[in-house]
């Protein structure tokens, strides 16, 4: 059966410290790859996807970036942390074709 | 652009009550559309797809949406309202890019049942 994994939970980092936020999905091949920011009141803004390895595509400008190193694993990362990149990111992936996104268990990030 | 507009950040119901969350969609091509329920500190999980089959979807744990294309409209029903559906429900829309999808979700509306 296909899975997707998030880690970790949740994070508390401080100010400028560096990040890495994992997902990677199981029993699939090729899967389109998404990250998602949801803050309090806002929804969910898409952040990055990707459609297949080393292929991103950024969505909105900010202290983010990601990369996608092999076919089922995709990083979110930062250089510094900034006070702003508090929130809950979701991690997300379809197949070619599909309609409708299967969501990881996400990762509350708490930037102090 | 796609966008939608869910009314109403808050909806309390009764036990047993109907169950009504609206959705409003602006699109400039056919959409597609979407509702998501989440649990606290949880991802999303689809709880149905409109895809232009058929305008009345039926999806998990008894919700259905009904797509109005004269109203623009996408709201999400349930005939009696459950404790277990006290969550946070979230509309979506998406154009079709031929490959991948990027959705565009509204702000989210908070369900609280009250027993």
């Known amino acids: 059966s296909q899975t997707i994994h998030q880690w970790p939970a949740t994070l508390v980092q401080p100010v400028g410290s560096p990040l890495s936020l994992e997902c990677t999905v199981e029993?699939?091949?090729?899967?389109?790859l998404y990250w998602y920011r949801q803050a309090a009141g806002r929804g969910l803004q898409l952040l990055f996807y990707?459609?297949?390895?080393?292929?991103i595509s950024s969505e909105v400008p900010q202290n983010l970036s990601a990369s996608r190193p092999q076919d089922r694993q995709f990083i979110l990362s930062s250089k510094k942390l900034l006070l702003s990149d508090s929130g809950f990111y979701l991690c997300a992936w379809n197949t070619k074709g599909a309609l409708g996104y299967t969501f990881g268990s996400g990762t509350r990030l708490t930037v102090v | 652009a796609q966008s939608v507009t869910q009314l109403g950040s808050h909806v309390s119901v009764s036990e047993g009550a109907l169950v009504l969350l609206r959705c409003n969609y602006s699109s400039s091509v056919p959409p597609y559309l979407f509702w998501y329920v989440q649990y606290p500190n949880q991802g999303l999980q689809l709880l149905l797809k409109?895809?232009?089959?058929?305008?009345l979807v039926k999806g998990i744990n008894g919700f259905e949406a009904e797509f109005k294309k004269s109203e623009t409209s996408f709201h999400l029903t349930k005939p009696s309202a459950h404790m277990s559906d006290a969550a946070e429900y979230f509309c979506a829309v998406s154009p079709y890019s031929g490959g991948y999808q990027k959705v565009t979700f509204g702000t989210g509306t908070k369900l609280q049942v009250i027993p």
């Open positions: 990707s459609v297949g390895i080393g292929q």
């Open positions: 029993g699939t091949s090729n899967p389109n």
């Open positions: 409109y895809t232009s089959a058929a305008t």
